[in-house]
DNA sequence: ACAACCATTGAGAATGAGTCTCAATGTCAG
DNA sequence: CTGACATTGAGACTCATTCTCAATGGTTGT
């Protein structure tokens, strides 16, 4: 199941309607960069002639994050960058405060930690935010 | 040393002058809530009868995070919050989404992850932030 | 103690990301 | 096809944070 078919049964189930908007904008999320932000994938929009306004890319987003497509994440002081989710995909963040390189990365001990926290205080975990913030290897020294 | 003193060596170390404002915020800073957002911090010093404008609030907490003395957070979509750190403080959070109860807990095994990240890819890291978002035990269920 | 220099402050304007409004438009079940 | 009602778009709005700049106040050297 691609992503427009999980989208368009996500619509469905919730009564929402298949707008043309609607799957328009998953189509240029698609084509975006790894990581991108609310403007970016405006001015794309704005480029290949799709007249969609501002708030109907928000109120999309936010349903692509909804139904699990993207995953929304807020890196420093900075604004909210979408990153569209892949089956499996489950890393965290590094970021370079110097030269702005992403690099993603997943050490199964991340988990380890949250289980353990789950056991010690009887909590129930729905989400988590963990991002690293440093030099990369070119920027160091 | 404590934090007034490590905050005047701060200031005298950068060339900053020692202002009534300065201090008065720290003080108020650290009669606060373990946690809190600059609104509340102003509300309190206006409770107080210290009049001190709200651009002057933001600048000093600038400071005080640039001397350590103070982290700052973002929980989720909220705004800033800050909390006044102590030696060797070195802890993560959890937030209930439906109480808004903050857990605050330390895992060594962060640091492990971080040591790995750095061995793999070369990075130098400077600063990180880790939340976790969820049910608290009398939340969940 | 004083002057002079320059950092700091405050009031309010400006910014900017994100949200809301509501009339016009589009979708879709029946 | 049509009615019911969800969605859209343009721009107003919000709200946290930052900026502006004239007035104020610390600090240093004498």
Do not use: W
């Not at 929304?72 to 979408?82: A, M």
């Not at 990153?83 to 405060?97: A, G, Q, T, W, Y």
Request: aromatic letters at 10%; a neutral charge; one cysteine or more.
């Amino acid at each position: 199941m691609n992503y427009s078919q999980i989208f368009c049964e996500y619509l469905k189930k919730h009564d929402l309607k298949n707008t043309t908007e609607r799957l328009t904008v998953l189509q240029v999320v698609l084509a975006m960069d790894k990581h991108f932000d609310v403007e970016s994938l405006i001015d794309r929009l704005k480029s290949q002639q799709k007249k969609i306004s501002r708030a109907t890319v928000y109120r999309t987003m936010e349903l692509l994050v909804d139904c699990g497509l993207v995953t929304k994440h807020r890196f420093g002081e900075n604004g909210r960058v979408y990153e569209p989710k892949s089956e499996r995909d489950n890393h965290d963040h590094f970021l370079c405060v110097s030269c702005g390189k992403i690099i993603e990365f997943y050490d199964p001990e991340i988990e380890g930690i949250h289980q353990r926290l789950c056991e010690r205080f009887g909590v129930e975990i729905l989400d988590y935010s963990h991002q690293l913030y440093g030099k990369c290897n070119k920027c160091s020294g």
